[in-house]
């Protein structure tokens, strides 16, 4: 099993900046990839970004430029860097971790605000 801690949500003013990150504990070591979804209000939840254990990543058309996924050293961390923000990116993100071993866990979500 492994749990996941988010930290780093808030309110910005549209063209500032946010670090997002989250935590996992437990078991870690069989974490094929980590990423950052978003679910704004009355809206499907959707992917962000992910980083795989390889170092791979992906991105949301809508971030790509102005968001940066990266992870720790110790490799049970992952960031995520979020420049320019829009009004549009408001919504709650949430961590989430995948393994061969145990499935899909997600993290308890951390909102963003952008104010225009």
């Known amino acids: 099993q492994v749990q996941l801690v988010e930290s780093g949500g808030g309110l910005v003013q549209a063209g500032g900046s946010l670090r997002l990150s989250c935590v996992a504990s437990g078991n870690i070591f069989s974490i094929n990839a980590m990423g950052w979804y978003r679910q704004a209000p009355g809206k499907q939840r959707e992917l962000v970004a992910v980083?795989?254990?390889?170092?791979?990543?992906n991105y949301a058309d809508s971030v790509k430029s102005r968001f940066t996924i990266s992870r720790g050293n110790a490799k049970n961390t992952v960031y995520l860097q979020m420049n320019s923000l829009k009004a549009e990116d408001t919504a709650v993100y949430y961590c989430r971790a995948e393994s061969l071993a145990w499935g899909v866990r997600w993290g308890q979500g951390t909102q963003v605000t952008v104010s225009s």
């Open positions: 980083i795989t254990s390889s170092g791979r990543t």
